[in-house]
């Protein structure tokens, strides 16, 4: 980043308060006295800077930034706060422009609202009338030249161009020289600089050529008249307006990302009062713990839980899978998801900007205002490139008007601002603003949230994927997945003994048996003498029988020998599950094993991200045979790490760090957040706890890995878009440059007019722009 981005790191971070906030003299965004390390006194008053540039520049010259200002006092506002969408750490409340590259500020908070950017309207407009304009000026002018026609006497043409010019410079091209000279005051030279000068040395020798043509000697003469270069002026202004307006509706295809997130909530929803009518309502008046209706075809209005009915619901917009899930009674249900053909009654948990659409809206658009490292490189560039473009214009002007043909300073006046005009760095500042946006709301709709540019960036660079098992690679809830009975028992009959006995408990593996009985259908029957042994297991009277249930050692507690099923029961622990030996009535019975399920889109997404050409590093809590397990069922794990504590996770990123791997980390438990924060890229599962989620720079909405193969994707793609943007950016200006000075006149007569330099430079950001569109449509 240079110093001119550092410079407006501090400025306007929050809405400011009358006693806290106040103007930097230089460069006029706000500031925070009591934050600001940069103060200064002149005239008895005390000044705040936002960095120690401008508080150098102004203790330098503080009359050159003053004038007839009053004293620098607290601003009193209250306004939505606005930045700039190609240097986010510009902010301010209310509309304005950035003091780096002059660009019109933007709202920063998403918002539905789909009207056109004001600047936009007004560029726009502008547009119109310089286009208007600039016909009838090139007839006069370049036409007539190019037909050897005198449309008009050659004493009247200069006036005529100069009624139709001075609309466009002076009206239409106006925001250009105020925000060039903002550029050259605050010395953040950027595009308007390079424009403002060129079109004002055109229209400023001109209007002196027109007005007063006996000041210039006879060698500035053509057939005795001095000649105007009014069309360069006029027709530069019209095509960088027309650029302008371009790239500004391109952005605005941006922000309907977010706009298209936002509308998938409904406007209204369908509450149920006391007495069980329905009554529809606006959204915001929807309370957590009210109860709505959700009627077949229409969205799920906020985040909560289903209290009747079942039907499939389309989940695509917040996992990307195309396919429905079922919900009935006690499922959760995500606001903006879609009910398909049955009729669902829920109870609102999560409303208004608690739900997971608002979060994903919030996320989605602050990462559209994050930066990229790689950002960087066109920063440094940026810093010295408006400079050097305008010591080769000065230079270009001086060679021709000593050694180029006749007329001498006409040529030398035109090639200096074609330079001018086709090195403006527009392109090069949105090379990867606009790859960023757009990637980050094509993410979104492909269940991957990107926090901030950066953890894009990251994620492509990674070689090694750290993952947790539970939640990540098993469901993280155990289930019950084989019951086993001995000398001809029923399988249903024991399983339902023991979930009555089970039902007492709070333990996870106790609550996958009572599950898997109440989906078997099985009645739970009454318990008797229930009593728990701490480390062993349980024993208690269910419908006459004694029942005991626990591990080999509660068997021989109570004179039972577990030794016909140990095989069965050690098969069962080496596939990772948990066994529960039971005995009913002083005998042997059976087994039952627990285990947490593996994702069904495990195996193939391993295999997908090995594709990609990660290492996969599996690290757990659990023991290294349950580890080992599951390892061996999904295939494709390179190494198993377990029996870890949470600061162990932590300890072995830094070590993979450390041998130079580059470590993408993908966890959901808060066991994971240290972890998580220190790999180089950490990747949340949605489905996991909230500081896992805070601590990643990327959620997969989902939950699951399917979504870390499009997040690479997603990643890959993009960053290799922002490449392209920026090579386009340094060819476009590497060529564009030397031509438009004249290196090819000598060898081939060629030399690029104001005009054309203008319509090229116009093409070149709206190329970027295109291209990154493009990454809407990239494949996941």
């Known amino acids: 980043m240079t110093d001119a981005h550092h410079d407006h790191e501090c400025c306007s971070a929050k809405a400011p308060s009358a006693a806290t906030s106040a103007i930097d003299p230089v460069c006029g965004m706000t500031v925070n006295p009591a934050t600001t390390t940069h103060h200064a006194e002149h005239g008895g008053h005390a000044y705040h800077f936002c960095s120690a540039g401008c508080r150098a520049k102004f203790v330098a010259k503080p009359d050159a930034y003053l004038g007839d200002k009053p004293a620098a006092e607290p ?5 939505e706060i606005w930045t700039c969408p190609m240097h986010p750490q510009i902010r301010q409340e209310g509309p304005g422009t950035c003091p780096i590259c002059g660009m019109a500020l933007e709202p920063e908070a998403p918002s539905l609202d789909d009207r056109p950017n004001p600047e936009l309207v007004d560029f726009t407009r502008r547009t119109w009338v310089a286009g208007a304009l600039s016909v009838p000026l090139l007839a006069i002018s ?14 009247v043409s200069p006036w005529v161009q100069l009624a139709l010019t001075a609309p466009i410079v002076l009206w239409a091209g106006w925001p250009f020289f105020e925000r060039g000279w903002t550029s050259i005051r605050t010395w953040h030279l950027n595009m308007f600089t390079l424009v403002s000068i060129g079109v004002g040395a055109a229209f400023a020798y001109s209007v002196v050529a027109t007005l007063a043509p006996g000041l210039f000697p006879a060698s500035f003469r053509m057939h005795s008249v001095v000649p105007v270069y009014y069309e360069a002026a006029g027709v530069v202004v019209t095509l960088v307006l027309l650029g302008q307006v371009l790239e500004l509706r391109a952005r605005a295809a941006t922000g309907r990302a977010i706009r298209a997130l936002m509308n998938l909530a409904p406007k209204t929803a369908r509450r149920l009062g006391a007495d069980g009518a329905e009554q529809e309502v606006p959204l915001a008046d929807i309370a957590a713990g009210d109860r709505l209706r959700v009627r077949p075809g229409e969205a799920v ?15 695509s917009m917040l996992t990307g899978e195309p396919a429905p899930v079922l919900k009935e009674a006690q499922a959760q249900v995500t606001g903006g998801t879609v009910n398909g053909t049955g009729s669902l009654l829920m109870e609102a948990r999560a409303v208004g900007s608690d739900t997971v659409l608002a979060r ?16 960087a490189v066109a920063d440094r560039i940026s810093g010295w490139f408006v400079p050097l473009v305008v010591a ?23 090639n200096a601002i074609a330079v001018l005009i086709i090195a403006c760095p527009c392109a090069l500042g949105l090379a990867t603003s606009m790859s960023i946006m757009v990637g980050t709301g094509r993410g979104a709709h492909a269940g991957v949230l990107v926090k901030n540019a950066e953890a894009l960036q990251a994620l492509e660079q990674v070689d090694t994927l750290v993952i947790d098992k539970t939640g990540t690679l098993t469901e993280g809830r155990p289930k019950l997945v084989a019951t086993e009975p001995l000398d001809g028992r029923d399988a249903n009959a024991m399983l339902a003994l023991v979930a009555a006995l089970e039902a007492q408990s709070e333990h996870p593996l106790a609550q996958a048996i009572v599950a898997g009985a109440r989906d078997a259908g099985l009645a739970v029957e009454p318990v008797v003498d229930f009593q728990s042994q701490t480390g062993l297991g349980v024993t208690g009277r269910v419908g006459g029988h004694e029942v005991v249930v626990g591990n080999a050692a509660q068997m021989r507690r109570v004179g039972i020998d577990p030794a016909p099923i140990e095989t069965s029961a050690d098969q069962r622990r080496a596939e990772g599950a948990g066994i529960m030996l039971v005995a009913v009535d002083g005998k042997l019975a059976g087994l039952l094993a627990v285990a947490d399920p593996i994702k069904e889109s495990a195996r193939d997404a391993i295999a997908a991200l090995h594709a990609e050409g990660l290492r996969i590093v599996m690290l757990t809590g659990d023991s290294q045979a349950t580890a080992d397990a ?6 494709g794990i390179d190494e198993v790490r377990a029996d870890l504590r949470p600061e162990d996770k932590a300890r072995i990123v830094g070590e993979l760090k450390a041998s130079g791997a580059r470590v993408a980390m993908a966890g959901d438990g808060v066991n ?3 972890a998580l924060a220190a790999a180089d890229v950490g990747v949340a599962m949605g489905t996991g706890t909230d500081v896992a989620i805070e601590s990643a720079g990327m959620t997969l909405t989902k939950g699951d890995l399917a979504a870390m193969v499009r997040a690479r994707r997603l990643a890959r793609a993009t960053m290799r878009n922002i490449r392209q943007n920026l090579f386009f950016s340094f060819v476009f200006n590497g060529v564009g440059v030397p031509i438009a000075a004249g290196v090819l006149y000598p060898v081939a007569g060629i030399l690029l007019s104001p005009m054309f330099a203008g319509a090229a430079m116009a093409l070149s950001s709206f190329t970027v722009v295109l291209n990154a569109l493009r990454l809407n449509r990239v494949k996941l």
């Open 75 to 79: 601003m009193v506002t209250g306004g």
């Open 142 to 155: 370049m036409l007539a030249e190019m037909l050897g026609v005198d449309f008009l006497p050659p004493a």
């Open 301 to 315: 209005p906020v985040d909560g839980i289903v209290l009747e009915g079942r039907s499939a619901v389309d989940e």
């Open 360 to 375: 994903i809206v919030r996320m989605v658009a602050e990462a559209q205002r994050s930066r990229a490292p790689i950002q």
């Open 392 to 414: 080769i214009a000065v230079a270009t002007f001086i060679v021709w008007n000593l050694a180029g043909p006749e007329p001498r300073f006409g040529h030398a006046l035109l």
């Open 630 to 635: 599951v390892a061996r069922q999904i295939g």
């Open 672 to 674: 994971d957040a240290p």
